[in-house]
């Protein structure tokens, strides 16, 4: 079964500190992954994706097949990054499984 | 910009009413999706759509929805008789490139309460 799992709902930190969202998936065969971000009021927009290898405001993501994990991580959160974040993949078809997403508020 | 555009942002219906959600996709995009994400819960896969037929449709697309690419611009998601439980936020999205690793870009969305 294709599956995407956010374990945290919610993950608060402050200024400055590192972040790491957790995503894992369910896939047999070599799925593209995403991360999506949606802030408030916005629509979902692509932040970043494993074949690409780039780093987006910072945000930097590793596909580990062998855990199966594709954890969205950034070494210094800064207030603009709060936000609504969605990981998804894509497999034989081009259609988007997203997780559950994971609300990233990060405080003053 | 070019930016997916979605109308209305907000639709009010009562159960058995027949809606539609209306997208225009970016101009030269070709492959076409609609999602719904119902309150608390994740974004669904509803459809997809390219060369003027459905590629893939999901479990939860049934014989109460339909699509439709009338003419160059729009792209339509018909529910025929709505159900409580169609209540959600109805996403399109359009994708340019071939190759599944391309960006789909998102509308804003269409919220959708069926009463």
């Known amino acids: 079964a294709q599956r995407v799992t956010q374990p945290e709902k919610l993950l608060s930190v402050f200024k400055g500190a590192p972040v790491e969202l957790k995503c894992n998936y369910s896939?047999?065969?070599?799925?593209?992954l995403f991360w999506y971000v949606q802030y408030s009021r916005q629509r979902l927009q692509l932040l970043l994706r494993?074949?690409s290898r780039e780093s987006i405001k910072g945000f930097t993501a590793d596909l580990n097949k062998g855990e199966t994990s594709f954890h969205l991580k950034k070494p210094f959160a800064q207030e603009e990054d709060s936000a609504m974040y969605y990981c998804?993949?894509?497999?034989?078809?081009?259609?988007?499984?997203f997780g559950t997403g994971t609300r990233l508020q990060v405080f003053p | 910009e070019p930016e997916v555009t979605q109308t209305p942002s907000h639709q009010v219906t009562q159960m058995g009413q027949e809606v539609i959600l209306r997208c225009v996709p970016i101009?030269?995009?070709?492959?076409f999706y609609w999602y719904r994400q119902i309150l608390g819960q994740k974004v669904e896969f509803l459809v997809s759509f390219y060369n003027n037929e459905i590629s893939e449709k999901s479990e939860i697309f049934d014989d109460q929805f339909s699509v439709e690419r009338p003419d160059g611009s729009n792209f339509t998601l018909k529910i025929r008789s709505t159900k409580l439980e169609d209540s959600a936020m109805y996403f399109c999205?359009?994708?340019?490139?071939?190759?599944?690793?391309?960006?789909?870009?998102f509308g804003p969305g269409t919220r959708l309460t069926v009463t």
């Open positions: 101009s030269n995009h070709l492959y």
């Open positions: 494993h074949i």
């Open positions: 999205a359009s994708r340019g490139e071939q190759g599944f690793s391309y960006e789909q870009y």
């Open positions: 998804a993949l894509s497999g034989r078809s081009d259609k988007l499984i």
């Open positions: 896939y047999s065969g070599s799925p593209e």
